[in-house]
């Protein structure tokens, strides 16, 4: 069954519009609340049935569809540029600074919404030593990044530890004060408690959803892969205040529970939320071997799943948790039996043209067609337009 809703955001001809928020009657005691936010998604996402194997007796798995967002700025970061977007634009700037990784989603999506609102971009990639000082080429976000004229500025990995992501964006955003620029530093993964902003929304977009279903929804559990924090800490925090009132359990990709669970702390503490982190979500180590870096069983994981449902999971976030939490389910099925799930993809497909030397070998499955001599052959019949 698929969840078919009306719209608390219109698209189309509101779409790339600066519009008044008004935030979910359950979020009104939160400050600061945001004035404004442009309408970059293409919300709201669809939630459908998502059949996943060998599921315990009872268990029902559902898909948040946020990988369909849009498709240049595609995934959870949408959200979350929303509210900062406007925030730059109402303080005027003229140009926006971000910082991730060789690959990140958000640096691209960044890049994008920047170029719609007619602001430059700035990217910090952090990358290996080894590449630092090489073209980074136009290998998936990078290619999308380069084609909207991002200004990419690389740094090694060792220097991202010993600096650190706040340090590096605020060297760069000097040197552009100082050539007269009005810059607006963006963090890792747009996740600041306005960012958090984004998720606290989509909350309230899944209640109206499961408002619009003629049979009965209410969802236990809700799955999330977590990168930077402000996602998990939007979702928990909306679900705890909402009618929602599920569990979130969050993957995470990087660094370690303990990490997270102060960093949304301090987004939470940044609203006045006056809860504790560790009351509304269940954070679980998902990283593997490192962030950004697979194991063959993942990417084949990754590969079974869209095989046998049809939905492609991005190798960085959404596929290690949705692997961690497949692992999980098949050691203890009598925690999730007769549970209900929305797992939330986040996005990333072009995460995996990074991965295309590893899946290659999984993939193999074409030949030449086989066209026995006997059939007509006649030269100009075959129209190639």
């Not at 986040?346 to 295309?356: C, E, I, P």
Request: proline content about 4%.
């Amino acid at each position: 069954m698929e969840v078919n809703t009306g719209t608390n955001k219109a698209v189309g001809l509101d779409f790339l519009t600066k519009k008044p928020y008004n935030p979910p009657s359950w979020a009104t005691h939160l400050n600061p609340i945001p004035s404004d936010y442009f309408s970059l998604g293409h919300l709201p996402t669809p939630i459908h049935k998502w059949n996943l194997p060998n599921l315990p007796n009872n268990t029902e798995v559902w898909l948040k569809r946020d990988d369909l967002s849009g498709m240049q700025l595609s995934g959870n970061k949408v959200r979350k540029l929303e509210f900062l977007m406007a925030d730059a634009v109402a303080k005027g700037a003229d140009c926006i600074i971000t910082i991730g990784g060789i690959q990140s989603n958000h640096c691209r999506a960044t890049a994008v919404a920047a170029k719609y609102l007619n602001l430059d971009c700035y990217l910090i990639l952090r990358t290996s030593k080894v590449l630092v000082d090489h073209d980074p080429g136009l290998t998936g976000n990078l290619l999308v990044e380069r084609l909207v004229g991002a200004h990419v500025e690389l740094i090694s990995k060792e220097e991202y530890a010993k600096i650190g992501s706040v340090a590096l964006t605020n060297i760069l955003k000097e040197k552009l004060l100082n050539e007269g620029r009005r810059p607006y530093v963006i963090p890792v993964g747009g996740s600041n408690s306005l960012g958090t902003w984004g998720y606290i929304e989509a909350i309230q977009e899944i209640e109206q959803q499961l408002q619009t279903v003629p049979e009965k929804l209410k969802f236990d559990d809700i799955v999330v892969a977590c990168g930077s924090g402000g996602t998990i800490a939007g979702l928990s925090l909306g679900s705890w205040l909402s009618s929602v009132k599920a569990k979130v359990h969050a993957f995470a990709v990087c660094d370690d529970p303990n990490y997270f669970f102060d960093y949304v702390q301090g987004l939470l503490d940044g609203l006045d939320a006056r809860v504790d982190s560790r009351n509304i979500v269940n954070i679980i180590n998902a990283k593997g071997l490192g962030y950004a870096i697979n194991t063959t069983e993942e990417l084949n994981f990754i590969k079974e799943i869209a095989a046998t449902t049809g939905v492609i999971l991005d190798p960085v976030y959404s596929g290690k948790a949705a692997y961690r939490f497949t692992n999980d389910i098949a050691e203890n099925p009598k925690k999730w039996e007769g549970r209900k799930v929305l797992f939330i993809h986040t996005g990333g497909l072009l995460g995996l043209y990074d991965k295309v030397q590893q899946i290659d070998s999984s993939v193999g499955n074409w030949k030449r067609m086989e066209i026995h001599e006997s059939v007509p052959r006649k030269e100009g019949i075959g129209k190639m337009f």
